[in-house]
């Protein structure tokens, strides 16, 4: 261990420096090898371009995270190009249905949010009159998933006229291709660049249903087809930057930007930049991991949502044909939550009489008939696959080996035959809730029918669809992306469970599934100012302290705070099989979190010198993703996105040059920081230092 300690005093003084923030020691995941020396999928299309659109920032994927890095943009009086494989802005809070935001009590007491999300908090208030019409008791606002794409849409046209920017929209797009250009020489975590990309807009045929009828299931695999179809038709745009003589940029650096706002790190995958999925292996930094080797399979579980109305009357209910395949898996999950009443309450998003006082145990809420509840349940809709066999989300190897890493291969990087259950299984859950009688982990005479329900579908519900279901899955863990070597982090940048859990890492769980040696390096990782004296052996791991604040970067662009929550994959495949579990020890990291920071290095990926990554796919490990990944953090995760692309534009630059002399000043760095502030775009919480080791106050 003393090799690793630096024995020149200016090297010291560096390596203490960077240990007041968190530890020098990281250890390499086996993935890292096999990711490092890849090449881009590249390729013209099957049939050249129907129309050409230019862009200063391109941003794949139109959730949260894409709007907040549009929102930015278009202040800036940049013109930003959004691609959405829906027809809805807002992700979460529209086209994934979870119109439930997500906060912490203090960082809302505060209400220390970017200034876009705070907007976003106001203007649900100001259409509705209240910021909590559902009256749900999961949040503080909840309401209908389609007024988040209408309310959204006026956001960011409001900000283009503003900033004088122009916002290109493009709903029901795909992006099939990537140019990038060739590897440099000597250069080979970076130097390429996105020149262009291809997208596929999709829109009904003549004489066939509108959007929206069919499942994603349905139509996933023709969205990403050149050719036209029965169902589509196809118009195939080359977006590109604009020509020098029409950008306000200057010369160096890079002539546009491409960010990957996408629900599952689409982009990523397709540029086939180094990136993780599932487990990471234990380690260190990763200590409560539930295998000691990692498992790429076992991500977070994804979830269709669906809308339900009480009604007057009860209801006629049809079983479906798949119920019995599903009906082993529904369940209340504990005793304590064995009520109808606290699951509809849970996430209701209209209210008959939203003035009337309510009891303060949900159990007891009233409902009324024209009560709208929308439904995001653990052992419900929940479809939470973990094999090889089943698993959501390709990993390199397989979509290698079905062919999506071949030019003009991509496919979006998902079984649709998983998507297709995870649809089936959120319809039985339905079934469950208003007919069912047997609980899988209750056992019988818990679970009684509430027939005075019905499903909402159609166009004008809640939802938007015709079948009733999201248009897209609620997306807890996509590809999580490796960023850049940086001084105490030579394999890749990531944020670790170390660098933001209030776990206790004194329990016998880690003495025991940490070697001493891992066990020491755990605790020279969480020991804030006491791990120097930890690291020359003045000091035991029994005499040393962990830190009671996350890890502070000085290169964060943005904020977030909320709990490590885990939905993990099931032990067996099917999900549903019956007497299935869940993964075991996945849920062992799950607890409270520190408020923690999102350092620029997280959004900038290995190779590409002009592409951001925001949302859920930053440069995470499994466990810290778990909080990483609510709504006010993908807006943050967005804005610092929007205002790192424009201002990298301004300045002639690529975001890499903005870190690579950490922990050295880095003055360009500073003045980004200093911009994010000066928007109201917190980079970090009140009393922030990194001599203060308390932030008791957040519990």
Known sequence: MSKLIPQSPMKLRRYLFLLKGRSLFTFTLSLIASLSAITPALAAPV?????????????????????????????????VCITEITDWLGGQISSQGTSALDERDTQRSLLFYPRGYLELRRRIEEHYGRLNPGGC?????????????????????????????????????????????????????????????????HKPAANTPPINTETLSQTIEDAYRYENSARF????????????????????????????????????????????????????????????NGDAYCTQGFTYTFAMEATKEPQQHQLPSFYQQYAPYYSYELQRLASFPLVFSYRQIKSMRPDEPRPSDPRRFPIYPGDISMQNWTWGNDYRPGSAQDNLIYSRAQLEANGQLQPGGWMGGLRTETLRRGEENAKGFFYWLVAGTTDSQLGNNVKKPYPNNRFLSGLNSPMGTVHGLSKYPYMREGRRMIGRPSFNQPQGFTIWEVDMSRTDFNTDFYRQNLSKEEYRNLWLAVGGLNAPALAVGSQSVEDTKSRSRATIYPDSVGIGH??????????????????????????????????????????IPQK??????????????HTAAAAYRVHSFEWSAGAAAGVTAAFSLENGIVPYELVDELPSREPNLEALQLRLQQDKNPIAFPGTSIFNSSWQNWK
């Open 608 to 621: 590409i010198d002009n592409m951001l990554v925001a949302g859920k796919s930053i440069a995470v490990s």
């Open 137 to 201: 008791w999961v949040s503080y606002s909840c309401f209908m998933p389609y007024n988040g794409h209408k309310i959204l849409s006026d956001i960011l046209q409001d900000a283009a006229k503003t900033g004088n920017g122009k916002l290109k929209w493009f709903p029901n797009t795909v992006i099939k291709e990537l140019a990038i250009t060739p590897a440099v020489a000597g250069n080979a975590m970076g130097g390429q660049q996105i020149k262009s990309a291809i997208g596929i807009q």
């Open 47 to 79: 049939r050249n371009p129907d129309k050409e659109e230019t862009c200063d920032i391109l941003v794949a994927g139109g959730g949260l995270a894409g709007a907040a890095t549009a929102y930015e943009g278009l202040l800036a009086g940049r013109t």
């Open 233 to 292: 038709n196809k118009t195939i745009i080359r977006f590109t930057s604009k020509p020098p003589n029409q950008s306000k940029s200057k010369q160096r650096g890079a002539d546009w930007f491409v960010v990957d706002a996408t629900e599952t790190g689409e982009l990523i995958g397709l540029a086939d930049v180094p990136y993780r999925l599932g487990i990471d292996p234990r380690s260190p930094l990763e200590p409560s991991s539930a295998s000691p």
């Open 562 to 603: 909320y709990a490590i929550d885990f939905h993990p994959c099931m032990t067996n495949s099917p999900p549903e099989a019956p007497g299935n579990t869940e993964r075991e020890g996945t849920r062992k990291g799950q607890g409270q979190a520190y408020p923690f920071q999102i350092p620029l290095r997280a959004m």
